[in-house]
């Protein structure tokens, strides 16, 4: 078989045999905030935390994590990830990605091709003026029955200002219907690289 037809059969195959939830898995109806100001959300963040499957899948061994989100022209985000591997002295590795704001704080992000995920911003700390100063970030969608679910503390600053600790910001998450406990936080090294 051609691997264009070959797909096509697999994509068909998948969604014949993959009822939509078939594993009782749905997204919560999550608030974003809607009132981001894209450019004054533009520039460096440092990731805090993030749930164990994402790190395992995409940052295994990476430290010093930080996203750098640029404005283009066209409207579109650069997005660049950076970490070191396995040190904070370790080389830098870098993912290059975009976004495009769909609406208030839901953003879609992607890294390969045209495939692109949800990036919902659902808390947002300081303000547009002053510079927003922590961001919490949701990404839950559901294909074919199989959900993935990520979420991220970013901040400004390699630490997070001390009246927003992460127990306030999980508190803030569950109220929103995120089942946080389920998703294995893991806080990301941020001493010792800057
Ligand atoms: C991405 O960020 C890293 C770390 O700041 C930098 O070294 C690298 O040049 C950047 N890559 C691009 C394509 O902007
Ligand atoms: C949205 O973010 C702005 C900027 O941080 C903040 O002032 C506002 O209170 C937030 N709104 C909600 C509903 O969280």
Redesign the pocket.
């Given at each position: 078989m051609s691997p264009i037809i070959y797909l096509a059969v697999t994509v068909v195959v998948l969604v014949v045999t993959c009822p939509v939830n078939s594993n009782g898995f749905s997204c919560p109806k999550v608030p974003t905030?809607d009132?981001?100001d894209l450019e004054a959300y533009m520039g460096t963040w440092y990731q805090i935390a993030t749930n164990a499957a994402f790190q395992k899948k995409f940052e295994k061994g990476l430290v010093c994590e930080t996203a750098e989100y640029t404005l283009e022209p066209s409207g579109t985000v650069k997005v660049n990830n950076s970490g070191r591997i396995d040190s904070v002295s370790g080389p830098l590795k870098s993912a290059i990605g975009k976004a495009v704001q769909v609406s208030g704080g839901k953003l879609k992000v992607s890294f390969f091709l045209d495939i692109f995920g949800p990036y919902w911003i659902t808390?947002?700390?300081?303000?547009?003026a002053s510079g927003?100063s922590v961001a919490v970030i949701w990404s839950c969608e559901e294909k074919f029955g199989i959900g993935e679910r990520d979420l991220w503390i970013l901040s400004r600053t390699p630490q997070l200002p001390a009246d927003l600790q992460p127990a306030h910001l999980y508190d803030v998450a569950r109220g929103m219907g995120i089942d946080v406990e389920s998703l294995d936080m893991v806080p990301t090294l941020q001493a010792g690289c800057w």
């Open positions: 905030n009132t981001v808390q947002l700390y300081g303000d547009a927003y």
